[in-house]
């Protein structure tokens, strides 16, 4: 598949550090979870899950993503997707519990829509540094109810996600499902696998990326194998179980870095 | 049991090099989960090699194109790679291994031997990796340089891998053969490029890269038929198998084995599927063993 | 209008040598009917050919393989049909032309230029005809040596056709320019071979051939891209072209025109439908002019 | 399009130079007129009409032919197509004149059974060297009415098929369509032309064929370029108005060859 060619009709400025790139295709079937490979030309292509079916959620973190920032309504992008299998969506009145931090709310905010829309119940827990870098406040508390966390306690709890997991009573959750930077996820991923429910939890995971399709093996994860990219990004918690999730990642060359 | 350079295959299907072949889980569930009768390391070399920027793997029309430019940990952090292949797999694993020269090749073969490679392929053919790859396997001298510094420094099986860029792929399996090699493998992907219309960039993080896929099984075909008829050595066909159909040709084409490398893109079981594929046939068709379809095109005149 | 070593072609869209044009009635129809800007004869040599024995060519999968023999009527006879084409096409009709040696290529062109050809185009890349073609056009002290004795007979633009089966095209190309070559036309077919597995019998009754069609699109990017970069000289493309995409691609990758051979299959009026393709693509992205997009992958960094 | 691998089911002796192979393999789309590729391993792959849906009538000239000649029930050949275009198919209570001449009645007798399954009404000439030549005169009388000539007037009426056609009222019938050796469709076309019927005549040609997908230019017909395999086989009369039809032919190198 040749990268679509899209255009931005908008560029929304969600926090100092994360924008919202509204372009002018919608992936109709977007299954919330999957992700696009975005084609910033002559610098590079990243991997960047679908915040809806016409917008990515980007962090700014290095050279690629810089790039996107200097991008405005007119530009274009190419896309390459979507790819990799999505959460599992809810029955209609099934309680689902979403737990976000920082940028994973790009699959998780549609995600909290399509639960809702099938009359799910949804439960978001949004963890940030702090109030500034909270995404998507509006768009998980019309799905459902909200609670906040953030490190420094400019809003909401102060601490983490955990901190308001571990006193929720989690098995009157038919769904859970899991986005954030890798540590916070296997916090959460602790925290559930103590309280005995990890298994059916879904977390949507964060390798390197290159073919995307399923053939290179750069995402590969220990001990099974599984392909990030085509396997995932959403794995359950069962499928992570004495995995490296959580220990180590790999670089572009194939090298174990830490955590 | 298929025997090949001494190996022992459960089946004739094997990965190939570059294709799910980073880590040793990976290599474990292609041989386990997927089928294989061997499996095929991604392309090791000498240090780290982080390997061109991205887009480097695009599925197009009728082929997929890539540069992934050789990206590896190096033989130091390959090795541990290689040990939980060798120790879950239970099929043959070979090490592919690259390097500039001879000297390059040879430390890359003896710093994975603690690994215990079942056998080493040297890709003399990877078409977008500057003073590697092609680059040294368009030159006859070099293979047989290559390829005899290799068998040297172990008693494992050499598999030298060929390119089809070059004017005659038989002068360079010949080369192969001189060096002592045990078989050649053909064939690497094709020289090519696409073009991204809408904004006139190439499409590729390395603008030009190899074409793969059901494209260049017809080049494949061409190069494994040529090379049956001018060696000695057991050859190994490689571009464009994705069902027992094309594993079928390869063989009839002289092919003692086949590779399989994008086509893992349909489905990991591929290898299953093409094993079980061949033996159908050859149950339809009253034939006693592969032996008798290997080559079996030079002999229908 | 679209100049070319100077002719006037209405469109960049030009018929491929050995397609539709064994008689002059064949050609007009495809310069009428199919709305060509230019056309190309079939390959005509010393000496009546029949060609190999069918089957000489098949759809593939995504590609088609022919190994047709070179069949041609000599020169003697063509010349008339060549008097047709120029008689009734209305747009310019390029020869052409094979032989061995530097000799018969000249025989080749003197006995033809009573046709009144409009140019030349030298087959040094036929991959399935000994003796001829790609065995002469691999070498480029032949190639130059042939291209220098062509121009020395007339005045007409000489296009020398290459093929892609060579470790680098761009020294071939080279050898063209240096022989003072007007153009170079860039890729024939590429070797390649498919078997019967019914039967065991190659499907091609010359056993193997060329590879045409989408299949070598990408192969004809890179060659176009590599030879553009190289070269000082118009860059004809040629390759799996069958709709106007494929052709801004050759384009963007730098050709000044491109050939169209095997797209004939989908319809006749696969010229018309490309060239009208191609003006609407202009329009779209706003460029004044095809030559606005020629070559422009190469800026894009 | 890989060639079909085909198994002779039956072979029938026509007569001593024609045999019919019926094989396992239904051309079900097959419209009468159509042709296949028939490869005889080894040696060449020529053009045959199909005769039916499931077989060939092949009439012994040269190396292939002859090699065809020597295989017998449970043997194998090659075949590609159905390619071009059939003869057109009169809608029912409509009248059909055809004329076969030799191996001509090979695309004919499917398309007499056609007509007749249409409820067309169909007269047939059938012309042959002898008696002994004449092929499927049961097919033909069972569609409709059947007219002989021999040229040793062995049978039917001595003479050429022309011998009938001249006497006949062509204007009454709405389809007329024609296959034979080129000499004696030239006949037929001169004698329709005469009649100023031939131009919604139909005549199926031969010409030497390489791809027979219309690409490599072989079977070109001058002066306007029309392609036998793609465009043809069968044309109408007006379609072959002061063409080459009657009067030269090409090898396969592509030289004239009068007729
Ligand atoms: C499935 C998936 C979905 C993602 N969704 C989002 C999202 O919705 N929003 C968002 O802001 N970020 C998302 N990311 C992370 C995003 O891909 C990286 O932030 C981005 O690649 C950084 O690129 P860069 O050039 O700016 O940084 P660089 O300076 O190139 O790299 C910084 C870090 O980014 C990561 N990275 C770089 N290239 C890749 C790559 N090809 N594949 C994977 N990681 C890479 C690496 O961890 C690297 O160390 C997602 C990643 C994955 C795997
Ligand atoms: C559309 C079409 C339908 C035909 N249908 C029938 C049929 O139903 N029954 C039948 O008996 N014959 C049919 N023919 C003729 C048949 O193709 C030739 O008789 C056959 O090719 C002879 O092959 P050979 O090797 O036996 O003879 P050869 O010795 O090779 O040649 C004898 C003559 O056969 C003709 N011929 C040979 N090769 C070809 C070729 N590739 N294409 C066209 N003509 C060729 C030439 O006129 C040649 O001079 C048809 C031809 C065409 C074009
Ligand atoms: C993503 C990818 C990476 C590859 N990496 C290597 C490599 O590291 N070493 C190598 O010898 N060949 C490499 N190849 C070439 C394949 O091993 C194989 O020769 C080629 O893809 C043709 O086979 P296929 O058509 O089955 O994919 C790679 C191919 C692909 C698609
Ligand atoms: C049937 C056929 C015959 C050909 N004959 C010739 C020829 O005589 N001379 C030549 O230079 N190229 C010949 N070619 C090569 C084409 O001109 C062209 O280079 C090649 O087919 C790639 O273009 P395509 O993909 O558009 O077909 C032939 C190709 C085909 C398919
Ligand atoms: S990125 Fe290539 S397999 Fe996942
Ligand atoms: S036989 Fe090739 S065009 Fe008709």
Same mark, same amino acid.
């Given at each position: 598949?040749? /990268?679509?060619?899209?255009?931005?009709?908008?560029?929304?400025?969600?926090?100092?550090?994360?924008?919202?790139?509204?372009?002018?295709?919608?992936?109709?079937?977007?299954?919330?979870?999957?992700?696009?490979?975005?084609?910033?030309?002559?610098?590079?292509?990243?991997?960047?899950?679908?915040?809806?079916?016409?917008?990515?959620?980007?962090?700014?973190?290095?050279?690629?993503?810089?790039?996107?920032?200097?991008?405005?309504?007119?530009?274009?992008?190419?896309?390459?997707?979507?790819?990799?299998?999505?959460?599992?969506?809810?029955?209609?009145?099934?309680?689902?519990?979403?737990?976000?931090?920082?940028?994973?709310?790009?699959?998780?905010?549609?995600?909290?829509?399509?639960?809702?829309?099938?009359?799910?119940?949804?439960?978001?827990?949004?963890?940030?540094?702090?109030?500034?870098?909270?995404?998507?406040?509006?768009?998980?508390?019309?799905?459902?109810?909200?609670?906040?966390?953030?490190?420094?306690?400019?809003?909401?709890?102060?601490?983490?996600?955990?901190?308001?997991?571990?006193?929720?009573?989690?098995?009157?959750?038919?769904?859970?499902?899991?986005?954030?930077?890798? /540590?916070?996820?296997?916090?959460?991923?602790?925290?559930?696998?103590?309280?005995?429910?990890?298994?059916?939890?879904?977390?949507?995971?964060?390798?390197?990326?290159?073919?995307?399709?399923?053939?290179?093996?750069?995402?590969?994860?220990?001990?099974?194998?599984?392909?990030?990219?085509?396997?995932?990004?959403?794995?359950?918690?069962?499928?992570?179980?004495?995995?490296?999730?959580?220990?180590?990642?790999?670089?572009?060359?194939?090298?174990?870095?830490?955590? | 049991?298929?025997?090949?350079?001494?190996?022992?295959?459960?089946?004739?299907?094997?990965?190939?090099?570059?294709?799910?072949?980073?880590?040793?889980?990976?290599?474990?569930?292609?041989?386990?989960?997927?089928?294989?009768?061997?499996?095929?390391?991604?392309?090791?070399?000498?240090?780290?090699?982080?390997?061109?920027?991205?887009?480097?793997?695009?599925?197009?029309?009728?082929?997929?194109?890539?540069?992934?430019?050789?990206?590896?940990?190096?033989?130091?952090?390959?090795?541990?790679?290689?040990?939980?292949?060798?120790?879950?797999?239970?099929?043959?694993?070979?090490?592919?291994?690259?390097?500039?020269?001879?000297?390059?090749?040879?430390?890359?073969?003896?710093?994975?031997?603690?690994?215990?490679?079942?056998?080493?392929?040297?890709?003399?053919?990877?078409?977008?990796?500057?003073?590697?790859?092609?680059?040294?396997?368009?030159?006859?001298?070099?293979?047989?340089?290559?390829?005899?510094?290799?068998?040297?420094?172990?008693?494992?099986?050499?598999?030298?891998?060929?390119?089809?860029?070059?004017?005659?792929?038989?002068?360079?399996?010949?080369?192969?053969?001189?060096?002592?090699?045990?078989?050649?493998?053909?064939?690497?992907?094709?020289?090519?490029?696409?073009?991204?219309?809408?904004?006139?960039?190439?499409?590729?993080?390395?603008?030009?890269?190899?074409?793969?896929?059901?494209?260049?099984?017809?080049?494949?075909?061409?190069?494994?038929?040529?090379?049956?008829?001018?060696?000695?050595?057991?050859?190994?066909?490689?571009?464009?198998?994705?069902?027992?159909?094309?594993?079928?040709?390869?063989?009839?084409?002289?092919?003692?084995?086949?590779?399989?490398?994008?086509?893992?893109?349909?489905?990991?079981?591929?290898?299953?599927?093409?094993?079980?594929?061949?033996?159908?046939?050859?149950?339809?068709?009253?034939?006693?063993?592969?032996?008798?379809?290997?080559?079996?095109?030079?002999?229908?005149?």
């Amino acid at each position: 598949m040749r /990268p679509l060619n899209v255009s931005i009709e908008k560029v929304v400025e969600e926090s100092p550090s994360t924008r919202t790139f509204v372009f002018d295709h919608r992936f109709e079937s977007l299954k919330p979870g999957q992700f696009v490979m975005v084609w910033v030309r002559g610098i590079d292509e990243i991997p960047m899950g679908l915040s809806s079916s016409n917008s990515i959620t980007v962090q700014r973190v290095g050279q690629a993503t810089s790039k996107l920032f200097e991008l405005e309504a007119g530009a274009s992008f190419g896309l390459r997707g979507p790819f990799g299998h999505g959460f599992t969506l809810p029955s209609s009145e099934e309680k689902v519990l979403i737990i976000a931090g920082g940028v994973g709310v790009a699959p998780l905010a549609p995600y909290a829509e399509a639960c809702k829309a099938r009359g799910a119940k949804v439960r978001t827990i949004l963890g940030a540094r702090s109030a500034q870098e909270l995404v998507f406040k509006a768009r998980f508390s019309k799905a459902g109810s909200l609670d906040i966390t953030t490190d420094d306690g400019s809003e909401g709890v102060k601490g983490f996600v955990t901190t308001l997991l571990e006193k929720l009573e989690v098995s009157e959750f038919e769904k859970i499902a899991v986005c954030g930077p890798e /540590p916070m996820m296997a916090a959460v991923f602790n925290t559930l696998k103590q309280k005995g429910e990890v298994s059916r939890a879904e977390f949507s995971l964060h390798r390197y990326f290159k073919c995307a399709i399923g053939v290179c093996g750069a995402c590969c994860l220990d001990p099974y194998g599984l392909r990030v990219c085509k396997d995932g990004p959403v794995f359950t918690g069962a499928q992570l179980l004495d995995s490296e999730f959580g220990k180590y990642t790999r670089d572009a060359s194939g090298r174990r870095v830490k955590i | 049991m298929y025997s090949l350079t001494g190996l022992k295959l459960k089946n004739p299907t094997i990965l190939a090099a570059g294709v799910l072949g980073t880590t040793g889980a990976s290599l474990q569930r292609v041989a386990q989960e997927g089928g294989a009768g061997a499996v095929v390391s991604k392309s090791i070399g000498p240090e780290p090699k982080k390997g061109h920027p991205n887009p480097s793997m695009l599925k197009l029309n009728c082929a997929f194109l890539n540069a992934m430019g050789l990206p590896n940990p190096s033989y130091q952090e390959f090795k541990g790679e290689l040990e939980i292949a060798k120790a879950s797999a239970n099929v043959p694993v070979i090490a592919s291994i690259f390097g500039g020269s001879a000297k390059e090749f040879v430390k890359v073969a003896e710093g994975l031997l603690p690994g215990k490679p079942d056998a080493f392929e040297l890709n003399l053919s990877c078409p977008h990796a500057e003073g590697y790859g092609a680059a040294v396997g368009s030159n006859p001298c070099l293979v047989e340089t290559i390829t005899a510094a290799v068998k040297e420094v172990s008693k494992l099986p050499v598999w030298v891998k060929l390119t089809p860029n070059v004017s005659d792929i038989r002068t360079i399996g010949k080369a192969a053969e001189a060096g002592g090699a045990d078989a050649v493998v053909a064939i690497n992907t094709v020289k090519a490029m696409a073009i991204d219309i809408e904004s006139g960039y190439p499409l590729l993080g390395n603008r030009s890269g190899g074409l793969s896929g059901p494209a260049i099984k017809p080049v494949a075909v061409k190069a494994v038929y040529d090379l049956y008829a001018a060696l000695e050595l057991p050859v190994i066909g490689v571009g464009g198998v994705s069902g027992w159909e094309d594993a079928v040709e390869l063989m009839m084409a002289g092919a003692s084995a086949v590779q399989v490398g994008s086509a893992v893109y349909d489905s990991l079981d591929v290898f299953s599927k093409i094993s079980s594929g061949i033996e159908a046939f050859l149950d339809r068709k009253g034939y006693r063993d592969v032996k008798d379809i290997i080559g079996l095109a030079h002999e229908m005149v």
